[in-house]
C-alpha cells in the first residue's frame, strides 16, 4: 500500500474518467446526437400541440419554444461539427495509409526485396497489421525476440553512444524522442531506465526518478525491472525522501530475489539509515 503511495508521490495522480472518455468513439457521439434530436422534436410537438390555454400558460409555453429551439439550434451545429470532424479524420487516415504503402514500397525496394510479396497496407490507426513482411534485422539489444522497425535499432546506439560519451543533454532528448517515435517498442522500458541515467548525469534527480519509475511502471517483471526499481529508490533517497526510498529498495529484494540488484538496494538502505 505504502509502496504504491510512492507511485503517486512521484507522477502524481491520473484522473480516472480519462480512459472512459477515450473510450468514446465519433459515432457513439453522434448517435447520441441523433436520439437527443429525436426527443427534442417529441419535445417540441408536446408543446406546440395545446391552443386552449390561457394567456399565461401560452406565454410559458412560448418561452419553452424558445429554449427549445435554441436548444436545437445549438444541436445542430454540433452534429455538423461532428460530421465535419470525422470527415477530416476519414481524410487523414486515408491520405496517412497512402503514405504508408509508398514508405513501404520504397523501402522494398531500395533494400532489394520482392515488391511483389508486399500486402495490402495496414488502415492508419487500425488494429490489423501490414501483411509485407518486416526488414530483416539482427537485434543485439534486449528485445526479448520482437523484431525492430526501420531505423530503430540505429536511433536507440545513438541514444547510447551519447550517454556512453556523457553527452546527457543529448542523450537525454534521444531517448525521451525515441519512445515518442517508437511507441510500444521492446526497447521502451530500456531506454526510460537510460534516459534517468542522462537526467540524473543533469542533476535533474527528479525527472530521473519519474523515469525510472516510467521503465518499472511499463515493465514491473520485465530485464530491467528491478534495475529501475533500484534506481527510483537511488534517486528518492537523493531527494531527501529517505522513508519512501527505503520502502522502494526493500521491494528490490523481494520482488527481484536473484537480481544482481538486490546487493546495491541493500548497501544503500545501509547507506540511509533504513530500519
Not at 477515450?22 to 400541440?49: C, F, G, H
Not at 526497447?187 to 540524473?200: I, K, Y
Request: glycine share 10%; net charge negative; proline share 4%.
Amino acid at each position: 500500500m505504502r509502496f504504491a503511495f510512492i507511485f503517486a508521490l512521484v507522477l502524481g495522480a491520473v484522473p480516472l474518467g480519462a480512459a472512459a472518455q477515450d473510450a468514446q468513439t465519433l459515432a457513439d457521439i453522434r448517435q447520441e446526437l441523433t436520439v437527443l434530436n429525436t426527443e427534442m422534436q417529441k419535445l417540441k410537438r408536446e408543446l406546440s400541440t395545446t391552443g386552449k390555454a390561457g394567456q399565461d400558460s401560452q406565454l410559458a409555453a412560448g418561452s419553452v419554444l424558445e429554449r427549445v429551439n435554441a436548444m436545437e439550434s445549438e444541436l445542430t451545429r454540433v452534429t455538423a461539427k461532428a460530421e465535419e470532424l470525422e470527415f477530416r479524420i476519414n481524410r487523414i487516415v486515408n491520405d496517412g495509409t497512402r503514405r504508408i504503402a509508398d514508405l513501404e514500397f520504397r523501402l522494398v525496394e531500395l533494400e532489394g526485396g520482392d515488391i511483389s510479396t508486399l500486402g495490402q497496407t495496414s488502415t492508419l490507426g487500425g488494429d490489423d497489421q501490414a501483411t509485407a513482411p518486416p526488414p530483416a534485422v539482427a537485434p543485439p539489444l534486449e528485445t526479448n525476440g520482437a523484431q525492430l522497425a526501420v531505423g530503430e535499432q540505429d536511433d536507440f546506439k545513438r541514444a547510447q553512444e551519447a550517454l556512453a560519451e556523457s553527452d546527457f543533454r543529448t542523450a537525454a532528448d534521444q531517448f525521451a524522442t525515441f519512445n515518442q517515435t517508437y511507441p510500444g517498442s521492446p526497447l521502451s522500458t530500456q531506454a526510460d531506465v537510460r534516459r534517468g541515467d542522462a537526467l540524473r548525469g543533469l542533476g535533474d534527480v527528479r525527472e530521473a526518478a519519474r523515469a525510472y519509475l516510467a521503465a518499472f511502471s511499463g515493465a514491473p517483471t520485465g530485464p530491467f525491472a528491478a534495475e529501475a526499481l533500484f534506481q527510483l529508490g537511488s534517486a528518492l533517497g537523493e531527494l531527501g525522501q529517505t522513508s519512501e526510498a527505503c520502502v522502494t529498495l526493500g521491494e528490490v529484494g523481494v520482488r527481484f530475489p536473484d537480481s544482481a540488484f538486490v546487493s546495491q538496494a541493500a548497501g544503500r538502505q545501509q547507506a540511509l539509515g533504513c530500519v
